[in-house]
């Protein structure tokens, strides 16, 4: 079957015909028609017709190895031809799951030394929210389950972490279950008006404090946030959010579960987001990265705190997937933490992501229509304005962020808009040529989409 369609115009008319997508407007999809990936290398893909596309986004913020490394899939293929598959519910377990375990408990934060596999982040995601409910109903505090999210979070695509992220149209669809509450996100350029970074920082922790009075401590199970926060717009906390979080949760015994499904195992320069803002969390979410998108997988750290009361005192929990703890995808995440350990990847995102934001601050810095480039380690955003001075909005959000996008794909560069928001998180082993021609694309995008909107721009 795949060797007899072969024009990319029959791949469009059939996945039109059959395929349904995530996230799409699916009349919209169809009248521009689908694009084709074929194949991928490095931190480039290839279309069906022949284009060589930039993944500024290493897929969707997870390809951290970059594409079709052979290291990768010869772990896969030796574990499939070993132990293609077997469950870990009935007191059975496989060599790669406890490996990547005792791999895992080794590079988290202190104190994380239990996971929970699954093959999401939204599975992972489900499973730190229901265990944080079960932790307070083994301790008699059956009441205590309502969680608190942000706007703008977000945290996967079941039901509950629908309900969990703040994504107003998710929530109108039916992600939006009883005992979530939402407070606002610590984003500085948007709606930090007058303050400071670090005022601000301070102010948008003390809402959580706040909504924990109105509420009542005593029915919150958690407090749920990324470290920084990615598919909202990459919104950096001023360094004053995250202590404060932390004390907020700890004065009020709630539970601290950060989803780490975009910052973790490497991306921000440190293994996790926990580790470079010294977030103490007592759950930690992680996907993604963990197979460089690979294989799906994800793993749900539990700090001691927890899991002596999940071990000692639950009694069965139940809760799990039939591919909770995958022998290949394991295997192969293993091999993937290992390389990226040996090529040295999490110092490398530091520095290399220092080289991306200096570089594009030269050539964007004093654009007109570039209002603030910030980026930690290899994850970053460039805020398009109205008004450099003021910080203005456009006018229709979203709509100059699409104008650009779609410049940016003209161009050879995948980067997403978020509002008029343009993010990138490359691939880590992005090289210092590739950098340079990351920055000429995206200047270049982004004069092409002034050209075309500059009326609106106030200089
Ligand atoms: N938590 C966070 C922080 C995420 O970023 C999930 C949970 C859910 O993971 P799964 O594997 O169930 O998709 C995510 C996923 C985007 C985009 O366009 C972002 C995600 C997924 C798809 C698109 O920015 N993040």
Redesign the pocket.
Same mark, same amino acid.
């Given at each position: 079957m795949l060797d007899n369609i072969d024009s990319a115009m029959n791949w469009q008319a059939l996945d039109a015909a059959h395929h349904l997508h995530?996230?799409t407007d699916h009349k919209d999809l169809h009248e521009r028609g689908v694009k084709v990936i074929e194949r991928a290398e490095g931190v480039f893909l290839y279309d069906a017709k022949g284009n060589k596309i930039m993944d500024g986004?290493a897929g969707?913020? #997870?390809v951290s190895l970059g594409y079709s490394r052979p290291e990768l899939v010869e772990a896969a293929a030796k574990q499939m031809a070993t132990l293609p598959y077997y469950n870990t519910f009935f007191k059975t377990t496989n060599k790669p799951a406890v490996a990547l375990a005792t791999k895992l408990a080794s590079i988290a934060p202190e104190g994380l030394k239990h996971v929970f596999y699954g #093959? !999401? /982040? !939204? +599975? @992972? %995601?489900d499973t730190a929210l229901r265990t944080a409910r079960v932790y307070w109903q083994t301790l008699g505090k059956p009441e205590k389950k309502i969680i608190i999210g942000r706007e703008y /979070?977000?945290?996967? !695509?079941?039901t509950l /972490?629908a309900s969990a /992220?703040g994504m107003v149209d998710m929530h109108r669809q039916s992600g939006d279950m009883p005992n979530f509450v939402h407070v606002i996100p610590p984003y500085w350029y948007g709606k930090g008006g007058q303050m400071s970074p670090e005022e601000f920082g301070l102010y948008a922790a003390r809402q959580v404090e706040a909504k924990i009075k109105e509420i009542g401590a005593d029915k919150i199970a958690a407090f749920i946030g +990324?470290p920084i926060?990615? @598919?909202?717009g990459v919104l950096i906390p001023p360094s004053t959010y995250w202590p404060e979080i932390n004390r907020i949760c700890k004065e009020n015994d709630i539970l601290l579960i950060a989803? +780490? $499904?975009? #910052?973790g195992y490497g991306r921000l320069g440190t293994w996790f987001g926990s580790d470079y803002f010294g977030i103490k969390p007592d759950l930690m979410?992680t996907?993604?990265a963990l197979t460089s998108g690979y294989l799906?997988l !994800?793993a749900v750290f539990v700090h001691d705190r927890v899991a002596e009361v999940l071990v000692n005192e639950t009694g069965e929990y139940y809760h799990g997937f039939t591919y909770s703890g995958h022998p290949v995808s394991c295997a192969l995440a293993l091999k993937n933490i290992e390389l990226i350990e040996s090529e040295g990847l999490v110092q490398a995102a530091t520095q290399k992501g220092e080289v991306l934001r200096a570089k594009l601050t030269a050539a964007l810095g004093d654009h007109p229509m570039v209002g603030e480039i910030r980026g930690i380690g290899l994850i970053g955003a460039i805020e398009l304005t109205a008004d450099k001075r003021t910080r203005k909005f456009f006018e229709k959000n979203g709509r100059v962020g699409t104008i650009c996008r779609d410049f940016c794909i003209e161009n050879g560069l995948i980067m997403?808009a $978020?509002r008029d928001t343009m %993010?990138f998180s490359p691939p880590l082993i992005i090289s210092d040529a590739e950098i340079d021609e990351f920055v000429v694309l995206a200047k270049k995008s982004i004069d092409q989409t002034y050209e075309k909107v500059k009326d609106e721009v106030t200089v």
């Open positions: 995530p996230f986004m969707l913020w #997870c #093959c !999401s /982040g !939204s +599975e @992972a %995601v /979070g977000y945290h996967g !695509s079941t /972490g /992220g +990324e926060q990615g @598919a909202g989803d +780490e $499904v975009i #910052c979410t996907a993604k799906p !994800s997403r $978020v %993010v």
